[in-house]
């Protein structure tokens, strides 16, 4: 007779860090505002299956086009305006939920152009700023797509914002230092409590090993400082949250 070992025990792991355990507290309260089929959303969003469509909406390109290789199995959509538009409406329906309890700071990585054209996407001219030292930035933007964020500068510039998994050749890796009130929050999966570990398992994908902060599509910012040679190694833009 073969024995059937029990599954392990969750056991949450205490965030040493005061980020982390913001985004934990802050995500239990809000991810138990959504139901399973929001679960595969956010699964979704963690897939590179959000860079295409945010590539397009930034680009003011069209999304009626293929919605990628995760997309359709996980809510049976075909095109990326539907899977925008679901996206969409979940932050909708979470309303207040997405403000945070307390201000806090985030990091995102970002490849700036090197040459802009018309083909390439800066944002707010940083880009042009960072080639030539003297064009001038815009102080505020608004981001058309999905903004994420992680809680530690490492991590961030890990993703280059393109989902090819590395900074090519035509692009400065840059970080974004911002400072946040709201966003929809992801905690790490090991701080995850056992009731919200088992509320995340409809999607594998969110099986994250780092804590990060999502952003809904309309999200303004104001520029507030740039910094060429950072201590990070690489150009500092720190950002407040409109």
Not at 37 to 49: C, E, I, Q, T, Y
Not at 106 to 124: K, Q
Not at 166 to 190: A, D, K, Y
Request: aromatic share 10%; proline share 7%; charged share 15%.
């Amino acid at each position: 007779m073969q024995n059937i070992l029990p599954a392990p025990v969750h056991v949450p792991v205490a965030p040493p860090h005061a980020a982390d355990a913001a985004v934990l507290r802050n995500g239990e309260r809000q991810l138990k505002n959504l139901i399973p089929r929001d679960m595969r959303v956010l699964g979704v969003l963690a897939s590179v299956d959000v860079y295409p469509v945010n590539e397009n909406v930034r680009g003011g390109h069209n999304l009626d086009v293929d919605a990628g290789r995760y997309t359709w199995p996980a809510l049976d959509y075909y095109t990326q305006l539907e899977f925008f538009n679901e996206v969409s409406d979940m932050f909708h329906r979470l309303g207040v939920a997405i403000r945070l309890d307390k201000q806090m700071t985030l990091f995102r990585g970002v490849g700036l152009p090197l040459v802009t054209d018309a083909y390439s996407l800066d944002i707010a001219g940083l880009g042009d700023h960072l080639s030539t030292g003297t064009t001038p930035w815009q102080s505020t933007f608004t981001d058309a797509g999905f903004g994420f964020a992680a809680t530690h500068p490492q991590a961030a510039l890990g993703f280059d914002g393109t989902g090819n998994g590395g900074w090519s050749g035509n692009v400065r890796p840059t970080l974004f230092e911002l400072n946040v009130h709201s966003g929809l929050c992801v905690p790490e999966q090991r701080y995850r409590s056992t009731g919200l570990l088992n509320h995340t398992s409809y999607s594998s994908m969110l099986d994250t090993d780092i804590s990060q902060v999502i952003f809904p599509p309309g999200t303004q910012w104001k520029i507030t400082s740039v910094t060429q040679n950072s201590k990070y190694g690489v150009p500092l833009v720190s950002m407040d949250q409109i």
